[in-house]
Nanobody, 123 residues
């Protein structure tokens, strides 16, 4: 059974921090490209940040650079999205995704998707 499960979403005030988790079962994330993708109301899914199979990371949304990182714990087969200095425009459903492709810049690169977790940034 191949499964990705996100957790950690919720309501946070502007300037706050939130840590999302993505736990995998049925396969090992260590050998896949891993990404975090978000979808705001009325907008397409966009890759926020990802790790390619070589370990290189990219923040594909300029607004999150310097604020978001993707720590990982191979022993737990889990990756995280650490979000700092959150802004209202970060509000979206966040999905973790994994793919066999070397690249991770587009949503079409991914083969496996979680169900998403809601992040709301508001005072």
């Amino acid at each position: 059974q191949l499964q990705l499960v996100e957790s950690g979403g919720g309501l946070v005030q502007p300037g706050g921090s939130l840590r999302l988790s993505c736990a995998a079962s049925g396969f090992t994330l260590d050998y896949l490209a891993i990404g975090w993708v978000r979808q705001a109301p009325g907008k397409e899914r966009e890759v926020v940040s990802c790790l390619n199979r070589s370990g290189g990371s990219t923040d594909y949304t300029d607004s999150v650079k310097g604020r978001f990182t993707i720590p990982r714990d191979n022993a737990k087969n889990t990756v995280y999205l650490q979000m700092n200095s959150l802004k209202p425009e970060d509000t979206a459903i966040y999905y973790c995704a994994a793919g066999r492709s070397y690249y991770c810049s587009a949503s079409s690169d991914y083969d496996y998707w979680g169900q998403g977790t809601q992040v709301t940034v508001s005072s």
